[in-house]
């Protein structure tokens, strides 16, 4: 008997929306690491976007990082609209990969100078909450 697509190639630690996004309702930010080249990415990925392997390895990222650029929504919509004004920022964690996620109570450049330090936090409010350190 032969035995059938033993070689078939699978990243063994596969990470799938629901387990991110349950991840990050138990306050936890993971994503995945190369084995080969250390990228680091928050995404759903099958290959690492720098060195094309597929040898990644789920990983959980600090919580903390700082703002490397956002808009501030005076519009938002409808599951954010209890919440506005607020920051919609790209935040480059302490151990290198970026995110998006949002800062409650920012209505002005003044409440969120860029390179401003964040914290991911557990939240029951929709999306990836940071708060200003
Ligand atoms: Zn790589």
């Known amino acids: 008997m032969q035995k059938a697509n033993q070689e078939t190639e699978k990243a063994e630690d596969t990470l799938t929306i629901k ?3 349950d991840a990050i309702r138990e306050g936890k930010i993971e994503g995945y690491k ?5 990228h680091k990415q928050i995404d759903i990925i099958d290959f690492c976007p720098v ?8 990983v959980e990222f600090a919580k ?12 938002a919509p409808e599951q954010f609209m209890n919440e506005v004004p607020y920051a919609w920022a790209i935040v ?7 995110m998006t996620g949002w800062i409650p109570f920012i209505s002005k450049s003044s409440d ?12 029951y409010l929709p999306g990836i909450v940071f ?3």
């Open 34 to 38: 190369c084995r080969n080249c250390g």
């Open 19 to 21: 387990e991110f996004q």
């Open 92 to 98: 480059e964690l302490d151990d290198g990969p970026k």
């Open 51 to 58: 060195c094309h392997k597929s040898d990644l390895e789920k």
């Open 131 to 133: 708060e200003k350190v």
């Open 64 to 75: 903390e990082g700082k703002v490397i650029t956002y808009t501030i929504q005076q519009v």
């Open 112 to 123: 969120l100078p860029v390179g401003q330090r964040v914290r991911f936090i557990k939240s």
